[in-house]
Every structure is written in structure tokens, then in C-alpha cells.
Nanobody, 122 residues
Framework: QVQLVESGGGEVQIGGSLTLSCEAS??????????MSWYRQALGEQPELVAS???????HVSDSVKGRFFIARGNHENTVVLQMDNLKFEDTAKYSC??????????????WGQGVQVTVSS
């Protein structure tokens, strides 16, 4: 069973910082963890890719948060951390993590966590 546990959401004042963490528990029959990503969805809006970490260490950050958000591999295997600085009202959203893995059967699948709420207030 693939499970993702997200943590670090909450309410923060405008200009503040939050760190989101996503840890994936993967079964033994995994060939590779190809990527882990954070998406967000504000009320009434479409989901938006925020940032991704790819196997090999490359990362991608959306233009809308570039320079304020940073993604990196966490201290534990299959963990990514999203550092969010200088938060703005428009960063308020539900943030969800996913993991793109290839099973031993060569089935490639994306799994999602439950998401955490980030609220930026004055």
C-alpha cells in the first residue's frame, strides 16, 4: 500500500513562512520513485502544480511562486519538503502531495495524499 502523509499546513500572516512536508510510505515492490509534487487548489479554482522534485534531484517550481517557494528532498527517503516564504493572500489553498512511482510490474501510477490547508491572513 502506498501512503502519503502531509504535514505543516496551517494559518500564517501575510509575509510569513510555512514548511510543508510529504512522506511517502512505499511497499517493497517498487522499482522507482520517479517524482514527488505539490499541487494546490484554492476555492473555486482549478488545481495548480506548485513544485516537483524528480528522481536524480532536479526540481521544478511554478512561475507563480518562483523565488518564494522551494522544494527539496527531505532527510528521510521518499520525503519532500516545500518551503514557502513571503506568503501572500493568493497562496491560500489546499495543498496536496503526490508521488509518481513505477511498481515492479512496470505499472506506473500516481498516488495522492489527503492534503493540508494553508491559509494566509492579515
Amino acid at each position: 500500500q502506498v501512503q502519503l502523509v502531509e504535514s505543516g499546513g496551517g494559518e500564517v500572516q501575510i509575509g510569513g513562512s510555512l514548511t510543508l512536508s510529504c512522506e511517502a510510505s512505499l511497499p517493497g515492490d517498487i522499482l522507482s520513485n520517479n517524482a514527488m509534487s505539490w499541487y494546490r487548489q484554492a476555492l473555486g479554482e482549478q488545481p495548480e502544480l506548485v513544485a516537483s522534485w524528480y528522481r536524480g534531484g532536479t526540481t521544478h517550481v511554478s512561475d507563480s511562486v518562483k523565488g518564494r517557494f522551494f522544494i527539496a528532498r527531505g532527510n528521510h527517503e521518499n520525503t519532500v519538503v516545500l518551503q514557502m516564504d513571503n506568503l501572500k493572500f493568493e497562496d491560500t489553498a489546499k495543498y496536496s502531495c503526490n508521488v509518481d512511482i513505477t511498481h515492479a510490474s512496470y505499472l506506473r501510477k500516481v498516488y495522492w495524499g489527503q492534503g493540508v490547508q494553508v491559509t494566509v491572513s492579515s
